[in-house]
């Protein structure tokens, strides 16, 4: 695998040196088969990066079909092509499947029509099947080209310029069914369209007491389903790879009435559409309608998603995600070889990667091949570590009774608590959640801690049972309480209240303040023996300012809402003329929020704490928008970070921009505050949260078995003792989990993160998406000049699954 990197140059010389390599490339994008949300993002980034490279770039419409028509169906395409569609979903260069191009004669027709145009390079966007295509093309061209000058349709020297054709591929499936990428694109916006509907069939669900089976797609793969009834707290879940036994129908209701005799009004059963049982034998979602209503009279109602699923504005992550991978797949292109296999863009953790195209695809394949044999042992295997985990923890968390003796805790009942510390942030309720049913499960006592540490201090903890979090995981914000506070002052209360609630295990939910405060606490253990406990750190705050991880719970949701709010600023001036908009995110110092919502929201640049600007630079900006809106520009968006300088503020930067474009540009300014820590959470923040807490309590109680006497007395003091544990990359070293480079859910010594801290700031000392913001400029077409080389693009998490 390779990963690549935009990296700035000493000037705009040596970026067009570099660019000069490529100058004069014919390449082409299309997308085949099924839309999905974010191809758009990714074909907007082909053309502008290949556009930046010095490259000829082409849309090829309607996919395939387009390839062999040819003529008006392949255009050369330009900057402005693209502009204001990476909020749009669907593709807007067209998709169709294509039964010619299965023919030699239509891969014929396709060869002569991309020879016309010297178009040696193609990234295809789409499934399997298209991939697949586009690999045979690739290895029978060398034939096709010399059948066509047999034919005398091309010129031998028409051949000798174009002997072979390059390809990368981009997978844009809703199913997340392609084995080689943690993500496909359009996954993520197909699971916010199903949340959505799920959130919305549980608030009548409630009201009436009823049942709700609601069918989403997935004929081959159960990625969806299972996510979703993750995300939402669903019952029961029909996936194709992990399907019931053949007396589901008695597990079924078993389950759904002893939910009802806990007290819940509802119930929700997510189906697969290609759902069955153990012997292979399809199961419906209307025959599992009519088991619950048959069998235990509840009122039950269908809901099939369909085609809505595939459909609506791309979520930020799917934009992010094209951006990156249409990035990616132009470099890659261009640094191919005649001998170069053709590869996937994929996106493994927090790393974009090539990986060989057809392993990817025959591994594929082999999840359907053991299905088809009803090995469905080997099929959950072959969907990748992430969907066991997935599959775990929905299980864990949908049994009916906490078992009689806990292998875990050896028989051990402990006591533990949880906590929300900070500003709220969607995912905080999963977490909790999660953390008090696994909890439960494994036969411990769990209370919650109300209010921060000025609760703690109080002795405001409640023992928490099953159905005390019941609907937790779809709302925002905190059930508990949250504050931004630390427990320096409250110190001797805390150890107070934890040795009085006989406390042997402790998981605080947070952001900054929470990593902070659980640091201080594990410093005062010489003095206060209460505090002689295992602690952990769930990072969570819109901010991601938290050191020693790659995505806090909280700031998919965050970024989602201000794309939302982006778009419709941006929507709100299509009839005006020569507007330009400064857009104040919050974060604090931190300015992940500015620069990724730029980025997923094709603003042109962002100004943030980490990288210094000047006002000569906030000048430049002014005079490249009067040379952009010069062109036919009408809108240019900015994004700020609210403590990007404390001198050149949003208002300072307003009034600038209307001094120096008068005549030329009228200057708005959003700031968007509090309304980026609302909104339900994302299904990436639900799941995230909810695998995070079942890892964070088992762990817990495997150090409370070794820390926690019998007798009474705690002996936590090293650092392993006091962690955090988040999505980190792993490099060279042990954390405990795994020594596979790459993403990995790792538990880290909180005191070694303290090296790693700007406590001034409240930042990490090392952010990895600074790495992105090249990307930004480029595809923008910002002045700022960047050069390509072989070293890593990009790195970040923000993979939408753990």
């Not at 201000?562 to 919050?586: L, N, P, Y």
């Not at 968006?637 to 008068?662: D, H, M």
């Not at 995070?692 to 070794?706: M, T």
């Not at 006497?709 to 962690?723: I, R, V, Y």
């Amino acid at each position: 695998m390779r990963t690549l990197s935009i990296v700035p140059t000493a000037g705009r010389e040596g970026a067009d040196i570099q660019r000069l390599l490529y100058k004069g490339r014919a390449m082409a994008v299309f997308t085949s088969g099924g839309d999905s949300s974010g191809m758009n993002s990714a074909v907007r980034s082909v053309v502008r990066m290949g556009l930046y490279l010095g490259c000829k770039v082409y849309f090829i419409y309607e996919g395939y079909q387009g390839m062999i028509d040819g003529n008006e169906y392949i255009k050369e395409a330009d900057w402005n092509a693209v502009s204001d569609i990476i909020q749009r979903g669907g593709t807007i260069i067209g998709s169709a499947r294509c039964k010619d191009f299965t023919d030699r004669s239509g891969r014929l027709k396709a060869c002569k029509n991309l020879v016309d145009r010297d178009i040696t390079n193609l990234v295809c966007i789409g499934g399997d099947g298209s991939l697949t295509g586009a690999n045979l093309f690739r290895q029978e061209w060398p034939e096709l080209i010399q059948e066509l000058v047999n034919q005398g349709k091309i010129t031998p020297e028409k051949a000798n310029k174009c002997p072979n054709i390059q390809i990368a591929g981009l997978v844009g499936s809703i199913d997340n069914d392609f084995c080689g990428t943690d993500m496909t694109i359009g996954t993520d916006t197909a699971l916010q369209r199903i949340m959505e509907a799920v959130d919305a069939v549980v608030s009548t669900a409630q009201s009436h007491q009823r049942a709700f089976v609601i069918e989403v797609m997935g004929r081959h793969c159960g990625y969806l389903a299972l996510v979703a009834a993750l995300a939402s707290e669903a019952d029961f879940c029909f996936i194709p790879e992990w399907p019931p036994p053949t007396n589901w129908r008695e597990i079924l209701c078993e389950k759904l009435a002893h939910s009802r005799s806990m007290g819940q009004r509802l119930n929700i059963v997510i189906v697969a559409e290609g759902a069955i049982d153990r012997e292979g034998h399809k199961i419906s979602s209307d025959m599992v309608r009519d088991v619950v209503a048959n069998n235990l009279g509840y009122d039950t109602r269908t809901t099939v998603l369909g085609h809505v699923q595939r459909g609506g504005n791309p979520s930020a992550f799917d934009r992010l995600l094209g951006c990156r991978m249409g990035a990616e797949a132009t470099i890659a292109l261009m640094e191919m070889t005649p001998e170069s296999e053709p590869c996937v863009i994929s996106i493994d953790g927090n790393q974009i990667v090539r990986v060989p195209l057809m392993e990817c695809v025959f591994r594929t394949k082999a999840v359907q091949k053991a299905m088809d044999e009803l090995d469905w042992e080997l099929a959950v295997k072959l969907r990748g570590r992430s969907f066991q985990r997935n599959l775990d923890t929905y299980r864990l968390l949908t049994k009916l009774h906490t078992r009689e003796k806990d292998n875990l805790s050896e028989g051990r009942v402990f006591n533990i608590a949880v906590m929300n510390v900070g500003a709220p942030a969607g995912g905080m309720n999963a977490a909790v959640r999660s953390f008090v049913r696994m909890g439960i499960y494994h036969r411990c006592n769990v209370y919650a801690i109300q209010n921060s540490f000025e609760g703690l201090a109080k002795g405001e903890l409640k023992q928490m049972n099953w159905s005390d979090v019941t609907n937790w995981v779809m709302v925002g914000g905190s059930y508990l309480g949250t504050q931004k506070q630390l427990p320096t002052k409250l110190m001797a209360k805390v150890a107070d209240t934890l040795e009085r609630f006989q406390i042997h295990a402790l998981l605080l939910v947070g952001g900054f303040e929470a990593f902070h405060s659980s640091l201080l606490l594990s410093r005062a253990r010489d003095q206060y023996p209460a505090l002689r406990i295992p602690m952990t750190v769930i990072p969570c705050t819109i901010s991601n300012n938290v050191p020693g991880t790659s995505c806090s719970l909280g700031s998919d949701t965050a970024v989602n809402e201000i794309c939302t709010m982006i778009d419709k600023i941006k929507q709100s001036a299509t009839g005006s003329k020569r507007r330009v908009f400064v857009i104040e995110t919050m974060g604090g110092y931190c300015g992940y929020l500015a620069t990724v919502a730029a980025i997923a929201t094709g603003a042109d640049n962002a100004y943030i704490f980490e990288e210094k600007f000047t006002v000569n630079d906030i000048k430049e900006d002014v005079n490249i928008i009067a040379s952009k809106m010069q062109k036919g520009v009408q809108r240019y968006l900015i994004v700020r970070n609210e403590c990007a300088n404390a001198n050149y503020t949003t208002t300072f930067i307003q009034q600038l921009f209307s001094e120096e474009g008068k005549g030329q540009f009228s200057t708005r300014i959003n700031v968007l505050g509090h309304a980026q820590q609302g909104g339900n959470p994302t299904p990436f923040d639900r799941n995230m949260g909810t695998k995070l807490a079942a890892r964070a309590l088992e762990h817990l109680i495997v150090q409370a078995k070794e820390y926690c006497l019998p007798t009474g007395e705690n002996q936590a003091m090293g650092p392993d003792s006091a962690t955090l544990l988040a999505l980190r990359v792993c490099r060279n070293r042990n954390f405990g989990i795994s020594e596979d480079y790459g993403r990995r859910v790792v538990f880290t010594p909180l005191e070694e993160l303290a090296l790693e801290t700007d406590f001034e700031h409240r930042l990490p000392i090392d952010q990895w998406w600074m790495k992105l913001r090249p990307l930004l400029r480029i595809l923008a077409k910002h002045n700022t000049t960047y050069y390509t080389e072989a070293v890593q693009m990009g790195t970040g998490d923000y993979s939408g699954d753990s």
